[in-house]
């Protein structure tokens, strides 16, 4: 399958602060990615959907000047946590598409503010 | 909007044995794609399995495999001879089929079922 690399893996940032979580698409050009976040033991929640050169769609209830995200390749994503609280404190993963039909998911990125 | 229900939030199994996981959705639409993803405790989400809705057979993946009924919106997954590997929360979920815009790829996810493999 193809790969999907989330950088960093883990981070720690103090209340206040952003912090930036990187997407790529190694070998493939992502036309669409997708963001989630996961709470321990609990599922993933769409945040919401990028498409290459364009606006993102965020689904209800997340706050689009909170979470900024940024496809501005066709192999690179951003996710943007603004003015990050330890509410913000979770599991993000994302996940990419290309021409195939398959979305593949990257390692995913524990964010603990403190 | 489509809906993914898992009713089970644990199960076990003893090594060798078989196990079966339930999930039920809820749609209108009449094609679409559904999956058994695995996360382990490194998190990183794999892919155990998928149906396509049109396909009346099930799919199989050696020692996984589902039971699709289409008509009652269920979609259950049988581990065979369980491996302590197996040992994962588990996610079903559902994608609709190409021409759903610039969403498609998009997954809605049940709530998962933890699997312990007991040796």
């Known amino acids: 399958g193809a790969v999907v690399s989330q950088h960093p893996s883990w981070v720690i940032c103090k209340s206040g602060t952003s912090v930036k979580i990187e997407c790529r698409s190694l070998d493939f050009q992502a036309t669409t990615m997708f963001w989630y976040r996961q709470f321990p033991k609990q599922s993933l929640m769409l945040m919401a959907t990028s498409n290459e050169g364009s606006k993102a769609t965020y689904e209800q209830g997340v706050e689009k000047d909170k979470f900024l995200i940024n496809h501005a390749s066709l192999t690179l994503s951003t996710l943007t946590v603004t003015s990050a609280h330890p509410e913000d404190s979770s599991f993000y993963i994302c996940s990419a598409r290309g021409g195939h039909a398959e979305a593949f998911f990257g390692q995913g990125t524990r964010l603990t503010v403190v | 909007a489509q809906t993914v229900t898992q009713s089970q939030p644990e199960m076990s199994v003893q090594e060798a044995e078989t196990v079966t996981l339930s999930c039920t959705y809820d749609t209108s639409e009449s094609d679409y794609y559904l999956f058994w993803y695995k996360q382990p405790p490194s998190r990183q989400m794999i892919l155990v399995i998928r149906q396509e809705a049109y396909k009346q057979q099930n799919a199989t993946e050696n020692r996984f495999s589902v039971n699709f009924q289409k008509a009652a919106k269920s979609f259950s997954l049988k581990i065979s001879d369980s491996q302590l590997g197996d040992a994962a929360m588990y996610f079903c979920?559902?994608?609709?089929?190409?021409?759903?815009?610039?969403?498609?790829?998009?997954?809605?996810f049940g709530q998962g079922t933890i699997l312990t493999v007991h040796p």
């Open positions: 979920a559902y994608r609709s089929a190409p021409g759903g815009g610039t969403s498609y790829g998009k997954l809605t």
